[in-house]
């Protein structure tokens, strides 16, 4: 009960920071964003065993000139190419038996193209049509979060079937749909009070953030695993570390914002 209370108050000021900052303004948003991502690529640097100075000022580059002020909006899709493709080649990894080699530029490319890329499309998604609308992020978060409670909770009180033991233990397929469910029940709760997107946009963007961010977080699994610890960190009581908390929707971001941008030029 105890590490429960502790795990509900973490998390709820962990969000409460977050919202606090979203409507604040985009300066407030990307400025904590930053922060957290330095964070994550801290933690993300220790579990692959990676020392590098290098990687904070790509992220901080790439925080500016792809995200606050886009010095060229092609150089952005080269970028969402390159990181759904690098996000691609981890998932073909989850179905290997060998542990996710990690040479020194599969270092660099992954925490490039992975986890840095990954922030960048997050602070990417509430800017639409030149507009900072900060709901639109403030839905995708919630559709991740729902994804992660239900599954959780379903998963706990119902799971039976492994989802993929070998690489999470606790995963269960009855916890997986679960989480489909209740992220896709967020769906609808949002366009009922937040209508930027039409209903069936946001009930896709529920299964890509439930289904792909699953992936994520299994690859995070098996990452920590390969490197023997628990959590990426101690920041967050109750959660571990910020990477543990964000896995999901790092590496779900590209693929929200790629469908986002194409149902723009579709419609």
């Not at 060998?98 to 960048?120: A, D, H, N, Q, R």
């Amino acid at each position: 009960m105890k590490e429960l209370i502790v795990r509900a108050i973490s998390g709820v000021l962990y969000i409460s920071i977050v919202i606090f900052c979203l409507f604040t303004s985009r300066e407030w948003f990307m400025g904590l964003f930053l922060v957290l991502a330095g964070i994550t690529l801290n933690e993300y640097l220790r579990i692959i065993g990676l020392k590098s100075l290098l990687a904070y000022l790509l992220l901080v580059l790439l925080f500016y000139f792809m995200s606050y002020d886009v010095f060229d909006h092609y150089a952005v899709y080269l970028l969402l190419i390159l990181c759904c493709f690098v996000c691609l080649f981890l998932m073909k990894e989850l179905f290997t038996d060998g542990e996710i080699s990690m040479f020194l530029l599969k270092k660099y490319v992954t925490t490039v193209f992975y986890i840095i890329s990954g922030f960048v499309f997050l602070t990417l998604i509430p800017v639409q049509d030149g507009i900072f609308v900060p709901e639109v992020v403030v839905g995708v978060f919630i559709l991740v979060w729902s994804n992660d409670s239900f599954a959780y909770l379903v998963g706990k009180n119902f799971g039976k079937k492994k989802l993929m033991e070998r690489v999470s233990p606790k995963k269960t397929v009855e916890g997986f749909i679960g989480g489909i469910a209740g992220s896709v029940a967020a769906g609808f709760i949002i366009f009922k009070y937040f209508e930027h997107f039409p209903l069936w946009m946001w009930i896709v963007m529920a299964l890509i953030a439930s289904v792909i961010g699953t992936i994520g977080d299994l690859i995070q699994s098996k990452l920590k695993r390969q490197a023997g610890v628990k959590d990426s960190g101690v920041l967050m009581p109750g959660h571990g570390g910020l990477y543990d908390r964000l896995d999901s929707i790092i590496y779900s971001s590209p693929f929200l914002y790629a469908f986002i941008e194409i149902t723009k030029y579709v419609s």
